[in-house]
């Protein structure tokens, strides 16, 4: 399905999270002005608050694991850097913005990925007001820097896919503003200690119940699990979005 009165080829679905250091310095009014739908001709597609799970912290940044910023950049969008005795306030404000050019849009006014470069080539932009984190080694040696810069926002059209399906369900979403396929599950998917199973015991999560609207994409990948067939995207992509806000994490 199509949004109205935009050229199909050019309207697009972005993803941003306020992430949880613009929540502990109160920048989230600043951001949200700066997103405005007046400032951005972008229109609020779905919004929700996520305490950020391993799993789906893991599957977010999937591309930079191994990277020696990378379990520093868990911790960060876990809240757990920012909020280390208070996992309450550990959270993200998720957003989908949508419309006309709405990825480069929303990049422009995110700025660039380190805020000393914000500072220095896009005065004005979000980033420009993040803060810059030495991450060092055990014998105090710079090894990299965690770059706490307020916003994710997805950099492209596909990476925007991969990332509001991974946050957000399909009935997250303004039904007007779906823009990726989807299917009514037939059959029901749960989550036990073990791992994901077809048939409900006590102590299971519901993950996909038989009649819900789902991504085609995970439904695909769901049923090619039950088949012992590889699936495309990871099990756990899968299921993140549906434990969002369910899972405890006490130990986190
Ligand atoms: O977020 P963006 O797409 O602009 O940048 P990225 O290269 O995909 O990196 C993802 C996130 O990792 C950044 O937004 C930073 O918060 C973090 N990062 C970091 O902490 N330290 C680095 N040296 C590079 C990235
Ligand atoms: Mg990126």
């Known amino acids: 399905m199509q949004a109205q009165n935009q050229d199909a080829q050019e309207f697009q679905l972005t993803l941003v999270l306020i992430k949880p250091d613009a929540l502990k310095l109160s920048l989230t009014g600043y951001i949200l002005s700066q997103l405005s739908e007046t400032h951005t001709g972008l229109r609020f597609a779905a919004a929700k608050i996520v305490h950020v799970s ?79 984190v030495p991450i060092k080694d055990a014998e105090g040696r710079l090894i990299s820097e965690r770059l706490d810069n307020l916003i994710h926002a997805s950099a492209t059209p596909e990476e925007a896919e991969r990332e509001i399906k991974l946050w957000f369900t399909p009935t997250d979403i303004m039904p007007f503003m779906r823009i990726y396929p989807t299917d ?57 979005k549906y434990l969002i806000n369910t899972e405890q994490t006490p130990a986190e």
Not at 66 to 91: A, E, V, W
Not at 100 to 129: C, F, Q, W
Not at 193 to 220: F, H, Q
Not at 222 to 237: E, F, N, V, Y
Request: charge should be positive; aromatic fraction near 10%; charged fraction near 25%.
């Open 184 to 240: 009514y599950a037939q059959e029901h998917y749960y989550l036990s200690e073990e791992g994901l199973t077809t048939s409900w015991r006590p102590g299971c999560y519901c993950v996909v119940a038989a009649g819900e609207l789902v991504w085609k994409s995970d439904l695909e990948a769901l049923r090619l699990w039950r088949q012992g067939k590889p699936t495309p995207i990871s099990l756990d992509a899968v299921i993140a």
């Open 54 to 132: 391993r799993r789906l912290a893991e599957q977010h940044y999937a591309e930079h694991r191994g990277k020696p910023f990378y379990t520093h950049l868990i911790n960060y969008i876990m809240g757990k850097s920012h909020y280390p005795d208070l996992p309450h306030r550990r959270r993200v404000i998720a957003i989908v913005y949508s419309g006309y050019d709405a990825v480069n849009t929303v990049r422009r006014i995110a700025g660039p990925t380190n805020p000393h470069e914000a500072r220095e080539k896009a005065p004005g932009s979000i980033r420009a007001l993040g803060t810059v």
